[in-house]
């Protein structure tokens, strides 16, 4: 860790350790304005000024990860890096998933204040790395400024008047955001889940016309309570041979992908990986 004289100072003490060592947002403390009825001349009493809004919680909580990490804080806060916690936002989203999908409001509410937390704290360390120098504030200034303009139908003049409508035009918006992207893969993480990487990845074979999107295949799959049995005894069958599910549908997703960039290559160029079919 750099010594503390060579950070990154900044202004505003709310919005980084550096900036917030000295002490939590304290609350409204302010005496009270004497009463009317207890001063003799009110004309010529002296009020004082009106005291400044007390701290929200969302201010607290911020400098609260600020004091952790700041001089005399947490130690062990104070050694974390961004790769030092990836694998604690993992587990705190997955916490999130959870609750979601089996919690009731309690769960929900405390795991959502857990993945806040990893963005306040990683929204710390870059405000005390020279070659990042953002804080939490700018984090959200990047998010508006994305949504305000993925969102033209809402923020502009565009019309767009069903959901189905917003989905066919989303990746329209992103690729005026981001033109340097050359293939409908670009910015999907290698890191998902197999399954969630599948899907993603058929979906954007759709989008360029490899695989039609209502496309019937022979399962008998016509709910989520037929696909998920239907799922784990794949899996089920593939354990009892000695074969991993997780890394075949990788290597299946891998092909997949070989497939996609081949089409959006010129046609001398394309090959063929047999992927979009069911196995004989």
Request: with cysteine; proline share 8%.
């Amino acid at each position: 860790m750099e010594p503390i004289e060579e950070r990154t100072t900044m202004t505003d003490p709310l919005f980084s350790s550096a900036r917030a060592a000295a002490s939590l947002p304290e609350t409204n403390s302010a005496p009270p304005a004497p009463r009317a009825a207890d001063v003799a001349d009110p004309a010529s009493a002296v009020w004082p000024a009106a005291a400044p809004p007390a701290a929200t919680p969302l201010e607290t909580l911020i400098a609260t990860v600020a004091r952790l990490r700041a001089p005399g804080g947490c130690p062990w806060d104070a050694d974390q890096t961004h790769a030092s916690l990836v694998r604690h936002l993992v587990e705190e989203t997955h916490e999130l998933i959870e609750a979601i999908e089996d919690g009731g409001r309690d769960d929900l509410l405390e795991e959502l204040g857990d993945v806040l937390y990893q963005v306040l704290f990683h929204s710390d360390l870059a405000a005390h790395t020279p070659e990042e120098d953002f804080d939490i504030q700018d984090v959200a200034a990047r998010l508006t400024e994305k949504m305000i303009g993925r969102h033209p139908h809402v923020f502009g003049d565009l019309s767009l008047k069903t959901a189905d409508e917003v989905s066919a035009a989303w990746d329209g918006f992103k690729a005026e955001e981001k033109p340097g992207r050359t293939s409908v893969l670009d910015g999907i993480p290698a890191g998902m889940p197999a399954l969630a990487l599948a899907d993603k990845v058929l979906g954007r074979a759709e989008q360029i016309g490899l695989l039609e999107a209502d496309a019937g295949f022979p399962l008998p799959i016509e709910s989520e309570a037929d696909l998920g049995p239907l799922l784990l005894a794949i899996v089920a069958s593939a354990r009892a041979q000695g074969l991993d599910a997780e890394r075949a549908l990788r290597t299946a997703v891998r092909d997949l992908q070989s497939e996609i960039r081949g089409a959006e290559r010129p046609a001398d160029d394309a090959f063929d990986a047999g992927i979009i079919a069911l196995p004989s």
